[in-house]
Structures are given as structure tokens and as C-alpha cells.
């Protein structure tokens, strides 16, 4: 079965840390650039990085640039967010996405996500 | 940051009817326009890509066309399951990738 499962969230204090870890199975994962996709609870969707194929180049938002760090281990079919300095805008369900064979940054395949909570 | 403004906010219809979606780009996309469908507590769902292109196993009861600023995603004739938020996506100009603020497509 194709899929992505992330783990990781929890529930930490402003100015906390957290590694995010996405697993995949079913599909070459060394074949696709990925993405962290973010939705505070009741809002909208929110792109926060993305990270190519050989995890070379990888690309942020401004809010999370600096604090955030996106990175693959192809060898272990997982994706990775470092998050530091959390605030409490950074509250949200943090979805992996995979991007489409022909287009990076399209998203056909997505995770059930990891609820990341932000509070004092 | 290319801002993409969907409208309206949400849209009550009943199953059977057409249902049509808006998504204005605050500068041109050219055709790099996706649309995704969300269901409460699920992950979103990939429907349309490049503005026009279906998704794998999407059905065809959905269509996207327009390019440059105006994009439309329509549902022909709506099933019970698809009642959810609708996103529109664009990829032409990032980082950031950015997405639209959604429209709810709820039953009246």
C-alpha cells in the first residue's frame, strides 16, 4: 500500500523544539520531492518546505525560515522537520506531502499528519 | 507571493446540482493551477492539476479550466461525498507554494 505515516507532534511550550519524522512505503521514495503542508485547526492549508530529490535544495516559508529544517534520508524512506524556537502560531496538524512524477510541488499522495501544539 | 482568492466562502447546494468553484490569482499562474478536496478530519485529495488535468481515479464529474488569473473548478452533478472544502493551489511562481483559503461546498 502507498502511504505516508508522520509521527513527532506534540504538545510543547513557546520557544520548544520537536523532530517530525514522515515514513514511506509502497513507492520509490528516493524518486520524489516532498513537502511539509501545515493547517492551524480550523484553517486553511499553509505550505511551510519543501525538499528535492537528492534533499539538495530544500525551500521555506518566511515565518519558518531559520527555525525550521527540512531533510530526507532516502536510505530510510523518511522525511524530516526539525522545528525550533516554536511559537504559538505554529500551532497546527503538519502534513507530508509527495509531489506528482512530473510536477515536484503538486501533491498526489499525503499523510493523515501529526498535531503540533503550541502553548503556554 | 502570488495571493489566490477563492470565492464564495461557501456554496449550499443540493446533491444533484452543478456546483462552480472561483480561484483568482493576484498575478498570472499561467495553466499551474491544482485543486484539492478536503473532508472533515482527512488529509486533502489531489483533483485537478496544470488547471485541467484530473487526477488519478478522480471522477468525471470534475473539471478545471481557466489559466493566467481565473481558474474554476465545477462538480456537473454532486454526489453525497462531495460535500467538503475545495483548495486551489499554484505552483508557477514559489517559494512559497500558496493555497487559496478554501470554499465549502455544504449541503443546502
Known amino acids: 500500500e502507498v502511504r505516508l505515516v508522520e509521527s513527532g507532534g506534540g504538545v510543547l511550550q513557546p520557544g520548544g523544539s520537536l523532530r517530525l519524522s514522515c515514513a514511506a512505503s509502497?513507492?520509490?521514495?528516493?524518486?520524489?520531492?516532498l513537502s511539509w503542508v501545515r493547517q492551524a485547526p480550523g484553517k486553511g492549508l499553509e505550505w511551510v518546505s519543501g525538499?528535492?530529490?537528492?534533499?539538495?535544495?530544500?525551500y521555506y516559508i518566511d515565518s519558518v525560515r531559520r527555525r525550521f529544517t527540512i531533510s530526507r534520508d532516502n536510505s530510510k524512506n523518511t522525511l524530516y522537520l526539525q522545528v525550533n524556537s516554536l511559537r504559538v502560531d505554529d500551532t497546527a496538524i503538519y502534513y507530508c506531502?509527495?509531489?506528482?512524477?512530473?510536477?515536484?510541488?503538486?501533491?498526489?499522495?499525503w499523510g493523515r499528519g501529526t498535531l503540533v501544539t503550541v502553548s503556554s | 507571493e502570488i495571493v489566490l482568492t477563492q470565492s464564495p466562502a461557501t456554496l449550499s447546494l443540493s446533491p444533484g446540482e452543478r456546483a462552480t468553484l472561483s480561484c483568482r490569482a493576484s498575478?498570472?499562474?499561467?495553466?499551474?493551477l491544482a485543486w484539492y478536496q478536503q473532508k472533515p478530519g482527512q488529509a486533502p485529495r489531489l483533483l485537478i492539476y496544470?488547471?485541467?488535468s484530473r487526477a488519478t481515479g478522480i471522477p468525471a464529474r470534475f473539471s478545471g479550466s481557466g489559466s493566467g488569473t481565473d481558474f474554476t473548478l465545477t462538480i456537473s452533478s454532486l454526489e453525497p461525498e462531495d460535500f467538503a472544502v475545495y483548495y486551489c493551489?499554484?505552483?508557477?511562481?514559489?517559494?512559497?507554494?500558496?493555497f487559496g483559503g478554501g470554499t465549502k461546498v455544504e449541503i443546502k
Open positions: 506531502a509527495k509531489g506528482r512524477p512530473e510536477d515536484d510541488f503538486y501533491f498526489d499522495l
Open positions: 509502497g513507492f520509490t521514495f528516493s524518486n520524489f520531492a
Open positions: 493551489q499554484q505552483r508557477y511562481d514559489w517559494p512559497p507554494l500558496t
Open positions: 498575478q498570472s499562474v499561467s495553466s499551474f
Open positions: 525538499i528535492s530529490i537528492s534533499g539538495n535544495s530544500t
Open positions: 496544470d488547471a485541467s
